[in-house]
């Protein structure tokens, strides 16, 4: 009898103990102060342990089908490269401030599909890593793990490939749809059940840590900021931010020659330009442009300054973009870039 209640009265104390810790909010929760090194593996193998558990009686189906890799490819460009990042690709915002770090998974091969499967599907709570199977098929959610097995293995220009030959992000008929947007479209920008056109979202402006304030492409307010954007965008090295800015069949014309879709400017220029308009200094001279409907161009005249390749560098530089606007905000579907040295006719 003594010894049950010591072992009661133990385990109350314990418990009010850890009532008390817990209520007291010493723990930081914050993001950006890691777990202590027992509570991190306690929660690591209680994830591992949970994730083998629950997906030890997946069947995956063939992983090597070429038609199921081609489907994975698109829907892992739109959907997961803010967090686990795209061959040649930086670190993005979200996946330096997500807390437990996102694995990079074009350095983390799958080892497990069931695994990887039942993760997208379900999610992880606390994690930041949603619940993919409430709004896809199973047969899209394999598609990307079938992806997934082959992205390791992918430098960046096979990588653009790979997406360029898909057919985009898609749900497989398990998205939800809000009432006011049933009939609507497949394509952005499409009419709404009334026939009018959508109006984009309000644009979006953040401050950085250094006090560079920027707008983000997916909520751009006007043609004007959506062209601020792609500039700060090239300026700062963030792929990322210039493919949303930019449609996939985007037309780029630059010093004499042509690319005919975003997978082709990513392929060959796109980090010629960023690395270019790092280390020079730009400053707008003169914009005009104008909107008709759900069209609109910007035409900028800029003079950039400074020393690339150890060559100085003093020119000036005319952008022409043409845009569309979209449901998602205004999207570039033309680009001329042309410049001249100062001094030259």
């Not at 209640?5 to 133990?10: D, Q, R, S, V």
């Not at 997961?80 to 061959?87: E, F, S, V």
């Not at 709570?125 to 899209?140: F, L, N, R, T, V």
């Not at 026939?195 to 250094?210: L, R």
Request: net charge negative.
């Amino acid at each position: 009898m003594r010894t049950l209640l010591t072992i009661a009265l133990t385990t109350l104390v314990l418990g009010l103990l850890t009532a008390g810790f817990i209520w007291s909010g010493t723990y930081n929760i914050g993001a950006d102060d890691p777990h202590t090194r027992p509570v991190h593996a306690l929660l690591e193998t209680m994830r591992e342990r949970s994730i083998e558990n629950r997906s030890a009686d997946i069947s995956a189906p063939d992983l090597t089908s070429a038609e199921l890799i081609r489907s994975g490819a698109g829907n892992y460009d739109a959907m997961c490269t803010g967090c686990h990042l795209a061959p040649g690709m930086n670190e993005s915002e979200m996946s330096k401030g997500l807390y437990p770090a996102p694995p990079n998974l074009t350095e983390a091969p799958i080892d497990n599909p069931a695994g990887a499967f039942w993760a997208i599907k379900h999610g992880i709570k606390a994690s930041g890593m949603p619940a993919w199977g409430k709004s896809m098929e199973d047969e899209i959610i394999w598609g990307m793990v079938a992806f997934l097995r082959q992205l390791p293995n992918l430098d960046p220009e096979e990588y653009q490939a790979a997406v360029a030959a898909s057919e985009g992000h898609s749900h497989g008929g398990g998205e939800s749809v809000s009432s006011t947007v049933a009939n609507e479209p497949a394509h952005d920008g499409g009419p709404d059940n009334n026939g009018a056109s959508k109006s984009p979202p309000p644009a979006a402006v953040h401050t950085h840590a250094d006090g560079k304030q920027e707008v983000h492409a997916t909520a751009a307010g006007s043609p004007v900021e959506t062209a601020k954007a792609l500039h700060d965008a090239l300026s700062s090295g963030d792929a990322s931010r210039v493919k949303t800015l930019l449609d996939p069949k985007v037309l780029i014309l630059e010093s004499g020659g042509a690319e005919r879709s975003w997978a082709e400017y990513a392929a060959h220029h796109l980090n010629a330009d960023m690395d270019f308009l790092k280390t020079v200094t730009y400053k707008l001279e003169r914009q005009t442009g104008d909107t008709v409907g759900d069209l609109a161009w910007v035409a900028s005249e800029s003079r950039m300054t400074g020393t690339s390749k150890d060559k100085p560098v003093d020119i000036q530089s005319t952008e022409t973009l043409v845009l569309i606007k979209t449901s998602a905000g205004w999207k570039v579907v033309h680009v001329h870039w042309s410049s001249r040295p100062i001094g030259k006719s």
